[in-house]
């Protein structure tokens, strides 16, 4: 399996940016696509996650109303639509892709089986 993130640059403050994570290699449609972030100094965060075969979404609270997930079943993509970003945003942003998932691992960072390369987001005041 192999997850190819992209779509990271530079805003300002109430911009929009948005993340794709191509994924290759995976056996099954039923997957949990996770969105991490890490911050210098700090352990790497869940941000949003979708299960693939049932196009559940979860996230944390500080994103819910400016982030979107979303699966493109046909392209094996998941994408982070970020709107409203704030300078709290700013990280290095990984996609990962757990396995056989259910509901209640959605964040579970060591659930998660496959990581991609992060991309970096940065967002100015």
């Known amino acids: 399996v192999q997850l190819q993130a992209s779509g990271g640059g530079s805003v300002q403050a109430g911009g929009s940016l948005r993340l794709s994570c191509a994924a290759s290699g995976l056996t099954s449609n039923n997957y949990m696509m996770g969105w991490f972030r890490r911050t210098p100094g700090k352990e790497r965060e869940i941000v949003a996650a979708i299960r693939t075969s049932t196009g559940a979404t979860y996230y944390i609270n500080s994103v819910k109303g400016r982030f979107t997930i979303s699966r493109d079943r046909a392209k094996n993509t998941v994408y982070l639509q970020m709107n409203s970003l704030k300078p709290e945003d700013t990280a290095v942003y990984y996609c990962?892709?757990?396995?056989?998932?259910?509901?209640?691992?959605?964040?579970?960072?060591?659930?998660?089986?496959?990581w991609g390369q992060g991309t970096q987001v940065t967002v100015s005041s």
């Open positions: 990962a892709a757990q396995r056989n998932p259910i509901s209640s691992t959605w964040d579970y960072t060591q659930r998660y089986d496959y």
